[in-house]
């Protein structure tokens, strides 16, 4: 009777472990969507904007400010005052999938693909401004205050680049059509001590500087960027 209850107990928890890797999965697999209803491409140019239109500015765009520490000037992400003002474009390059999906073996060959070029919620992600070399990064160099800089290296996922990953995520987890959120808190490092935050805006003389925040995130939807010779 004392074995079968061992049993029985070590089956509800392998149950539980079952689930929890099934919820992570379905995480992982949640795809992010742009403004015309399409999955979000590795590769493909989208603006950022601002989801709350009026007085809450626009897109996404390359400022400079003079560090503290330093009299030069660092390229600083910052959103345009103006709402009708998209700002420029980003590309996003998720962690390679063997980073983000361990049982790589089970998953299908045509899932993978998909999966390489697809940006999901909460995937580990590189964001660059197109024509930029530089990734977004948390800059830690301000004291208390940290701004995102493009002073990232591309790639490369570890300890020496943990300042490098965002995710992104939804600002209502219960509603897929609600806005998005970025949030620094990258999972490719689990010796690495991070403190989370999510993406919002500071305001300095005039300047909606984009920082990585306690509280106030920066609500957001994705805009594909058109080419001069597509259609609307």
Not at 16 to 25: E, G, H, Y
């Given at each position: 009777?004392?074995?079968q209850s061992i049993l029985v107990q070590l089956f509800f928890f392998a149950f539980?472990?079952?689930?929890?890797?099934?919820?992570?999965?379905h995480n992982l697999c949640e795809v992010v969507f742009d403004t015309d209803g399409n999955e979000l491409q590795q590769g493909t140019p989208y603006y950022i904007v601002s989801a709350v239109r009026g007085g809450h500015g626009g897109g996404l765009t390359v400022g400079t400010r003079e560090r503290s520490s330093s009299t030069t000037n660092t390229p600083t992400v910052k959103q345009h005052s103006y709402n009708m003002n998209f700002g420029s474009p980003v590309l996003f390059t998720p962690v390679p999938l063997p980073s983000r999906v361990k049982s790589i073996a089970e998953t299908p060959s045509t899932q993978i693909r998909s999966e390489e070029i697809t940006i999901h919620v909460s995937t580990d992600v590189n964001i660059r401004f197109m024509e930029m070399p530089g990734v977004w990064q948390v800059d830690a160099a301000s004291g208390r205050e940290r701004y995102v800089t493009l002073e990232g290296k591309s790639g490369h996922p570890g300890k020496s680049t943990v300042k490098n990953w965002f995710k992104i995520?939804?600002?209502?987890?219960?509603?897929?059509?609600?806005?998005?959120?970025?949030?620094?808190?990258?999972?490719?490092?689990?010796?690495?001590?991070?403190?989370?935050?999510?993406?919002?805006?500071?305001?300095?003389?005039?300047t909606r500087w984009l920082s990585v925040l306690t509280r106030g995130e920066f609500p957001f939807v994705f805009v594909k960027a058109r080419s001069n010779n597509e259609a609307d």
């Open positions: 009777m004392k074995m539980l472990l079952r689930l929890q890797a099934i919820a992570q999965t995520l939804l600002v209502n987890a219960s509603d897929p059509a609600s806005a998005y959120r970025i949030r620094y808190c990258p999972g490719l490092c689990e010796s690495c001590h991070v403190t989370c935050g999510d993406v919002g805006i500071r305001k300095e003389e005039g």
